[in-house]
C-alpha cells in the first residue's frame, strides 16, 4: 500500500464511517416515500437538502478548527455526535413495546436525528482526512532525491497516493453501506438496518482511540492567534493605512521586518514555511477566491453525484428487479454498490496500467496534471446522462407497449459503472486540488471547501427539482417530470438537461485551465 501504520488505521477508520453514512443514506428515499409515505420529488429535495446542509458544515467547522481546536479534539468530539445521531435516528425507527404508535412522530424525530449525523460529520470527516495527511508530514521532511536532484516530486507521489488509497478505502465502506443495508433494510426491517451503522460508528471510535500511540500531533503556533482575531487586527490596520496616508499606503508588517533580519541565502524554503504558516486574512482570502472559479464548474458534477441516491432509485423501483426465475428481488438501492465496485476494481488499474501508458505522451510523472484528472471524470459525467435519458427513455416506451414494466433493472448499470469512473477522477482529483491549493495551516479549510462543493451542489439540485417541477406540472392531470407514476414521469428530459449544462460546465473549465497555474 505505500503508507505508514497511521494512515492506513485512519483510512479503515474512514471506510467505517462510510459505511455507517452510506447505511442510512443510500435507500433514505425508499425510507421517505414507502415508510413516511412522501411523494418522489418531496422525498428527493429532503434528502438533497439533508445532504447539502452536511456537506456545507464542514466550511464552518473547519474555520473553528484552524483557528480554535486541533484536529484530534475535533475528531474525537465530532465522532461522539456522530454516533449519538445515529442512536437518536435508530431509536426512531424501532417499535418500542411502551410505544407502539412511536412511527406517528417520525418525521419530525427523524429529521432531528439526521441533522443532528450532519453537525457530527460536518467536523468529523474535514479533520479526519486533514489529520491522515500529516501523519505524512515528517516523512516529507526527509524526501527521497533521484537523479536530477528534484526532490519535490516524491512529496507529491505520497500524497496523492494517500488521496487515491483514502478513496479506495471510503469506497469499500460505501460498497458494504449500499449493497449489504439496502437489502437487510428492505428484507428485516427499517429498525436493524439503522442499528447496525450505529454500531460500526461507535467500533470505529474505539478504533480512533487505540491508535493514539501511532499518531503525530501538529500543534498549534501560539503567535499565529486566530483567524477572527486577525480579521479585526488587518481592518484596523487597513483603517489606519488609509487615514495616515504612510509611504503611499505600504507599511511593512511584523512578518515583513522579521523577513528583512534574515539571511535569505540560507534556509529560504523554512522561511517560506514559516511566512506561511502565520494567519493573514487578506492573503487567505485571495487564495480562496482563486479556488472559486473550479469550485463553481464542478457545481453540474455535484448535481449528477447525487441522482444515484434519488432518481436513479427510483427509476429502478419501476423496472424487472428479478434475478432470472429466482423470487429474489434486488433493492433498487444496491445498484449503487456498482458505483463503489467499478471503484475499487479499476482504482489499482489507474497506478498500474493509465499512469505509465498516459506518461509516455505527457512526459508528466503523474500522467496527467491534477485539472486534466478533473476535467476527464467531469467528461465521462456528461456521458453518463446522455446513457441515462436514453435508457429512461427506452424503459418508458417497452411500458407503454407492453404494458407492463418489463426492461431490467441491470439496464441501469452502464450509467451507474460511468459515474464511478468519473469518480476515479473527479472525486480523487478535487481532494489533492482543495488540499495542495492552499497554505498547511488551512488544509482543513482546503478539504471543506471540496465537501461544500457537493452541499451546494445537492441544495441547487433540490432548487432545479422545485423550478423544473413548477414549470412542467400540468393544470388538468397535475403530471410533471417528476410525477410519482413512473409511466407518467419524465426523467429522461431532466437527465437531458443535466447532460447539457454539465457540458456547458466542462466547456468553461477546459478554458479555465488553459490559464490555471499550480501552487507552487
Known amino acids: 500500500m505505500g503508507l505508514n501504520k497511521p494512515c492506513f488505521l485512519l483510512t479503515v477508520i474512514a471506510g467505517m464511517e462510510r459505511f455507517a453514512f452510506k447505511g442510512v443514506a443510500s435507500n433514505l428515499v425508499t425510507y421517505l416515500t414507502d415508510v413516511m409515505y ?274 436513479f432509485t427510483k427509476q429502478g423501483m419501476a423496472m424487472k428487479r428479478n434475478i432470472g426465475n429466482f423470487k429474489f428481488e434486488i433493492p433498487p438501492a444496491a445498484l449503487q454498490s456498482s458505483i463503489t465496485v467499478s471503484i475499487i476494481v479499476l482504482m489499482p488499474w489507474y497506478d498500474t496500467f493509465f499512469v505509465p501508458l498516459v506518461r509516455i505522451f505527457t512526459r508528466n510523472e503523474k500522467g496527467i496534471s491534477v485539472m486534466q484528472r478533473m476535467g476527464i471524470g467531469m467528461f465521462l459525467s456528461v456521458v453518463a446522462m446522455i446513457i441515462a435519458a436514453i435508457t429512461e427513455r427506452k424503459r418508458m416506451e417497452i411500458g407503454k407497449n407492453n404494458g407492463e414494466q418489463l426492461l431490467s433493472i441491470y439496464w441501469l448499470l452502464p450509467q451507474y459503472i460511468l459515474l464511478g469512473i468519473s469518480d476515479i477522477f473527479t472525486v480523487v482529483g478535487m481532494q489533492e486540488y482543495f488540499y495542495s491549493e492552499v497554505p498547511v495551516r488551512m488544509r482543513t479549510m482546503g478539504i471543506a471547501l471540496y465537501t461544500s462543493i457537493f452541499g451546494v451542489g445537492s441544495f441547487l439540485s433540490a432548487l432545479l427539482i422545485s423550478v423544473i417541477e413548477f414549470l412542467t406540472t400540468s393544470k388538468e392531470t397535475h403530471d410533471n417530470w417528476f410525477s410519482d407514476d413512473m409511466s407518467k414521469a419524465r426523467l429522461d428530459k431532466y437527465y437531458w438537461f443535466l447532460a447539457f449544462t454539465s457540458a456547458i460546465s466542462l466547456l468553461a473549465f477546459v478554458i479555465f485551465c488553459r490559464f490555471f497555474r499550480e501552487r507552487k
Open 38 to 311: 412522501m411523494s418522489n420529488s418531496s422525498a428527493a429535495k429532503f434528502v438533497n437538502t439533508w445532504v447539502g446542509f452536511t456537506s456545507m458544515l464542514p466550511l464552518i467547522v473547519a474555520t473553528l478548527a484552524d483557528s480554535y481546536w486541533d484536529r484530534y479534539t475535533t475528531i474525537l468530539a465530532s465522532s461522539v455526535l456522530y454516533a449519538a445521531g445515529l442512536l437518536a435516528l435508530t431509536s426512531t425507527a424501532v417499535k418500542w413495546p411502551w410505544n407502539p404508535t412511536a412511527k406517528k412522530h417520525s418525521i419530525l424525530s427523524l429529521s432531528w436525528s439526521l441533522y443532528m449525523i450532519s453537525l457530527g460529520q460536518g467536523g468529523y470527516n474535514p479533520s479526519l482526512q486533514a489529520f491522515g495527511a500529516d501523519q505524512l508530514e515528517n516523512e516529507e521532511e526527509l524526501p527521497r532525491t533521484n537523479n536530477n536532484n528534484n526532490t519535490e516530486e516524491p512529496k507529491k507521489d505520497k500524497k496523492s497516493l494517500f488521496f487515491q488509497w483514502w478513496y479506495f478505502g471510503i469506497c469499500c465502506g460505501s460498497l458494504m453501506g449500499v449493497s449489504v443495508m439496502s437489502y437487510i433494510q428492505d428484507t428485516f426491517g427499517w429498525g436493524l438496518g439503522f442499528a447496525i451503522p450505529t454500531f460500526s460508528m461507535i467500533a470505529s471510535i474505539l478504533m480512533f482511540l487505540c491508535g493514539n500511540r501511532f499518531y503525530k500531533h501538529k500543534h498549534k503556533r501560539n503567535e499565529d492567534g486566530n483567524f477572527f482575531e486577525d480579521i479585526v487586527r488587518s481592518i484596523k490596520s487597513t483603517v489606519s493605512k488609509l487615514v495616515n496616508g504612510r509611504n503611499n499606503g505600504i507599511e511593512y508588517t511584523k512578518v515583513e521586518l522579521e523577513l528583512q533580519e534574515k539571511d535569505l541565502c540560507n534556509n529560504q524554503d523554512e522561511v517560506i514555511q514559516q511566512e506561511e504558516e502565520r494567519v493573514n486574512p487578506l492573503r487567505d482570502a485571495k487564495i480562496i477566491l482563486r479556488l472559486l472559479p473550479v469550485w463553481i464548474m464542478l457545481l453540474m458534477f455535484a448535481v449528477i453525484f447525487q441522482l444515484p441516491v434519488t432518481f
